[in-house]
């Protein structure tokens, strides 16, 4: 809870991949709101008396997911919304302000996002839904200690670059501090 906080304030990239997370911690508890708060959330907690909190949070985490039928899979309505602001963000930076050191970003990864949409079942995403799910599947990876490619360390590194500048970008969108008319 603390920790999505602090990522939803300081890199959106960073909370979206958290969210998954915690998307697929609920489900690995089978939606159990007292299994998930004694055995995984219990340990985490930083003062005994941000229980109720926790509780409080993972628990409307459940009803949305239950509510939005993505018990299996999917993201909250919440995730695909800021990832749908991400990807206007996105086309506008590269079609309508011509934002060079963007597009120069986004090319080094476009082959990248080409290649791993191909291999996924993803072809009906976008590059930055793509970019997404290949960065979140590479924290699966160093989860289950499965070694990485040097290869596709340079694929994930190239999707992890345009995804920070598009959070940073996304952070000054925000507070009002873009000027599309200006590149």
Known sequence: MLIAQQKLKENIAEYILYM??????????????????????SASIPNPSFKESYRKWYSDIILKMQSQK??????????????????YLHNTLINLTGDHKYKDIFERANTYLNEFKEKSNLKDKNHVEIAFHALY???????????ISAETEEAFDAM????????????????????????
């Open 137 to 147: 599947m590479k924290l699966l990876l160093r989860l289950q200690n499965k070694e």
């Open 20 to 41: 998954y997370q915690i998307e697929d911690i609920v489900r690995a508890y089978h939606f159990d709101l007292d299994n998930l708060m004694e055995t995984y959330v």
């Open 160 to 183: 992890r670059m345009m995804l920070a500048y598009l959070s940073k970008a996304y952070s000054q969108m925000k507070e009002g501090n873009m000027d599309f008319l200006q590149n």
């Open 70 to 87: 993505i018990e299996k899979a999917g993201h909250l309505l919440e995730l695909q919304e800021i990832l749908m602001e991400i990807s």
